[in-house]
Protein backbone atom coordinates (compact mmCIF):
# COMPACT_ATOMS: atom_id res chain seq x y z
CA UNK A 1 0.00 0.00 0.00
CA UNK A 2 1.26 3.37 -0.29
CA UNK A 3 1.35 5.97 2.19
CA UNK A 4 -1.77 8.03 0.52
CA UNK A 5 -3.55 4.74 1.09
CA UNK A 6 -2.67 4.04 4.66
CA UNK A 7 -3.12 7.25 5.72
CA UNK A 8 -6.76 7.99 4.11
CA UNK A 9 -9.44 8.22 5.86
CA UNK A 10 -13.08 7.78 4.20
CA UNK A 11 -16.10 9.59 5.57
CA UNK A 12 -18.74 6.89 6.79
CA UNK A 13 -21.36 8.37 4.31
CA UNK A 14 -21.14 8.34 0.39
CA UNK A 15 -21.80 11.51 -1.52
CA UNK A 16 -24.16 13.07 -3.52
CA UNK A 17 -22.00 13.80 -6.55
CA UNK A 18 -23.55 17.20 -8.34
CA UNK A 19 -21.99 20.52 -10.65
CA UNK A 20 -22.06 23.92 -9.09
CA UNK A 21 -21.00 26.44 -12.07
CA UNK A 22 -19.81 23.51 -14.44
CA UNK A 23 -17.76 22.34 -11.40
CA UNK A 24 -18.00 18.62 -10.19
CA UNK A 25 -18.11 18.09 -6.28
CA UNK A 26 -19.70 16.03 -4.00
CA UNK A 27 -21.97 16.85 -1.14
CA UNK A 28 -21.83 15.38 2.52
CA UNK A 29 -24.35 15.31 4.94
CA UNK A 30 -27.98 17.18 4.59
CA UNK A 31 -29.41 21.00 5.56
CA UNK A 32 -29.35 21.40 9.20
CA UNK A 33 -29.50 24.71 8.98
CA UNK A 34 -25.95 25.22 9.40
CA UNK A 35 -24.11 26.73 6.03
CA UNK A 36 -22.35 23.94 4.32
CA UNK A 37 -18.32 23.64 4.80
CA UNK A 38 -17.29 24.49 0.94
CA UNK A 39 -13.47 22.61 0.56
CA UNK A 40 -12.02 23.54 -2.80
CA UNK A 41 -8.58 21.41 -4.59
CA UNK A 42 -6.18 23.66 -5.92
CA UNK A 43 -3.12 23.35 -7.70
CA UNK A 44 -2.92 20.47 -9.86
CA UNK A 45 -4.86 18.13 -7.13
CA UNK A 46 -8.57 17.05 -7.40
CA UNK A 47 -11.23 16.73 -4.64
CA UNK A 48 -9.97 13.66 -3.35
CA UNK A 49 -7.35 15.17 -1.86
CA UNK A 50 -9.70 16.20 1.05
CA UNK A 51 -10.93 12.26 1.94
CA UNK A 52 -8.45 12.26 5.22
CA UNK A 53 -10.45 15.64 6.07
CA UNK A 54 -13.85 14.52 5.27
CA UNK A 55 -13.10 11.42 7.39
CA UNK A 56 -12.21 13.40 10.57
CA UNK A 57 -15.10 15.82 9.85
CA UNK A 58 -17.71 12.83 9.40
CA UNK A 59 -16.70 11.10 13.04
CA UNK A 60 -16.62 14.44 14.79
CA UNK A 61 -19.82 15.88 13.34
CA UNK A 62 -21.87 13.46 11.60
CA UNK A 63 -24.03 15.23 9.21
CA UNK A 64 -22.39 18.10 8.99
CA UNK A 65 -23.10 19.46 5.44
CA UNK A 66 -19.87 19.80 3.32
CA UNK A 67 -19.63 20.65 -0.40
CA UNK A 68 -15.94 19.77 -2.15
CA UNK A 69 -15.29 21.37 -5.22
CA UNK A 70 -12.98 20.66 -8.15
CA UNK A 71 -11.91 24.07 -9.50
CA UNK A 72 -11.96 24.14 -13.06
CA UNK A 73 -8.99 22.20 -14.80
CA UNK A 74 -8.38 20.29 -11.36
CA UNK A 75 -9.85 16.95 -11.11
CA UNK A 76 -12.89 15.82 -12.72
CA UNK A 77 -14.34 19.62 -13.60
CA UNK A 78 -13.47 20.99 -17.39
CA UNK A 79 -10.94 23.50 -18.48
CA UNK A 80 -12.52 27.37 -19.17
CA UNK A 81 -11.41 28.62 -22.07
CA UNK A 82 -10.13 30.69 -23.47
CA UNK A 83 -6.91 30.96 -21.64
CA UNK A 84 -5.25 33.63 -23.18
CA UNK A 85 -3.74 36.42 -22.11
CA UNK A 86 -6.55 39.06 -23.10
Do not use: C, F, N
Not at 7 to 19: D, E, G, L, M
Not at 59 to 75: F, K, S, T, Y
Amino acid sequence: MTSATTSAVHHPVAPAQIKVADMAGDLYGGPDGRPPLVLLAGLTYGRQTWQPVLGHLGRIDPGRPVLVLDPPGHGDSPDQLPHTLE
